[in-house]
């Protein structure tokens, strides 16, 4: 199985940057949709957002819409999320993960995706 590693996680102030990327081991791995999620401790788990094969981006959460933009690079297999203006909040651990297919109602659910990163800790503090 095609594993997923995620990069580009750490500490940063409020109102700084930070790209994570998702790259996938396989350079020929082009997933139908890339997922972006995250977990802050003691919270649900929730659905940042994706993008799909073709590179259309879909379904910001309303917390994260005009602050994170995804984005993806099949020649390198990987997709990134790219984060600005971060927020306190916004401390939590991040995570990709693909699936074989998702019709638009579908993709924020995260039982539908069968390959999933190992995460990488995003913490904002002030």
């Known amino acids: 199985q095609v594993q997923l590693v995620e990069s580009g996680g750490g500490l940063v102030q409020a109102g700084d940057s930070l790209r994570l990327s998702c790259a996938a081991s396989?350079?020929?791995?082009?997933?139908?949709?890339t997922g972006w999620f995250r977990q802050a401790p003691g919270r649900e788990r929730e659905f940042i957002g994706g993008?799909?094969?073709?590179?259309?981006?879909?379904y910001y959460s309303d917390r994260v819409k005009d602050r994170f933009t995804i984005s993806r690079d099949n020649a390198k297999a990987t997709a990134y999320l790219q984060m600005n203006s971060l927020k306190l909040e916004d401390t939590a651990a991040y995570y990709c993960?693909?699936?074989?297919?998702?019709?638009?109602?579908?993709?924020?659910?995260?039982?539908?995706?069968?390959?999933w990163g190992q995460g990488t800790q995003v913490t904002v503090s002030s």
């Open positions: 396989a350079r020929t791995f082009i997933p139908y949709f």
């Open positions: 993960a693909t699936t074989d297919y998702c019709s638009s109602s579908e993709c924020s659910t995260g039982n539908l995706y069968n390959n």
């Open positions: 993008i799909t094969y073709a590179g259309i981006t879909l």
